[in-house]
């Protein structure tokens, strides 16, 4: 019978029989972003800038799980579960998961406790890595933009995770999925949000911190107002005997205007400057060496 739409079992149905699988951590792993943190040079204006800004990282944790008669599942962010810490506190210290440096030297970031209990006899592999921290400040070279106001998946309809695609009994499971990031700001007050990141010259890059982008101002332009370019990478290697590279050179002319010219042991991007988006240029490369005739590319 029925109460309240709750079905009561009769009391001759035997007790339900349910089967648990249990994955437990086998290994863990501690990865950063950067494992290499260095005073930033070129973020603020001086002398705003009252004190040194350093360089941080975050941390994280991956971890395989398995267990007896299971199947293994690597890859599994466990981020959010553990507590990392620093094995020197005078080189860095950890706050949550980012790493911030205090002094030159190399220290271990550690897993130090797993959803509260510590990793030491607590049934949880260790795990750790090195971070450096050195003096030899790195530079900013450029800030990217990125200007949003409409977001939407690539391919139509909401990603769903299909019923069966997981491991053992639909424990786990995962899906891909992309999303475009645009702006179109057509009718007087429409918004969009700008956000801007640094660049420095070791590949790393930061987002800019409000006081950071007080210095980034933005104008509205016409596509007739950008200056249109096409940028190459122009290598001319080393002769076979060095001392031989004066005999090399080599010239860039588009549309019979010498864009640049150069010798050999060359690697430098060229910017080629274009009157239209859509006609194309008509370039040639011309390599010459000690006097040879000319061989046009």
Aim: charged content about 15%; some cysteine.
């Amino acid at each position: 019978m029925a109460a309240m739409g709750v079905l009561a079992p009769r009391r001759e149905t035997p007790p339900a029989v349910l089967n648990i699988s249990i994955w437990v951590p086998l290994t863990l792993a501690v990865v950063l972003d950067d494992p290499i943190l260095s005073p930033m040079l070129g973020v603020m204006v001086e002398p705003e800038c009252s004190e040194q800004r350093w360089q941080t990282t975050k941390a994280s944790a991956i971890a395989s799980f398995g267990g007896e008669g299971l199947e293994t599942v690597h890859g599994i962010d466990v981020t959010m579960l553990v507590t990392f810490a620093v094995d020197n506190t005078s080189v860095a210290h950890a706050h949550g998961n980012v790493i911030s440096p205090r002094g030159s030297g190399v220290t271990a970031v550690v897993v130090d406790s797993y959803r509260g209990r510590s990793v030491q006899g607590g049934g949880v592999p260790l795990a750790g890595a090195l971070v450096r921290v050195e003096h030899e400040p790195v530079k900013a070279e450029a800030i990217v933009a990125l200007i949003v106001s409409e977001a939407s998946w690539a391919d139509p309809g909401v990603p769903t995770l299909a019923p069966g695609s997981g491991v053992g009994h639909d424990t786990f499971g995962a899906f891909t999925a992309s999303a475009v990031l645009s702006y179109r700001l057509v009718a007087e007050l429409d918004v969009a949000n700008m956000y801007l990141w640094t660049v420095f010259n070791d590949s790393t890059r930061i987002p800019l911190a409000h006081a950071d982008a007080l210095g980034a101002s933005v104008r509205s332009l016409r596509p007739s107002d950008i200056g249109l370019v096409h940028s190459s990478v122009v290598t001319c290697t080393s002769s076979a005997d060095p001392r031989t590279n004066y005999e090399i050179s080599w010239s860039l002319w588009c549309d019979g205007s010498l864009v640049t010219q150069g010798g050999a042991n060359y690697h430098q991007a060229v910017a080629v400057p274009r009157q239209s988006t859509h006609a194309a240029l008509r370039c040639t490369l011309t390599l010459e060496d000690n006097g040879a005739p000319a061989s046009p590319l």
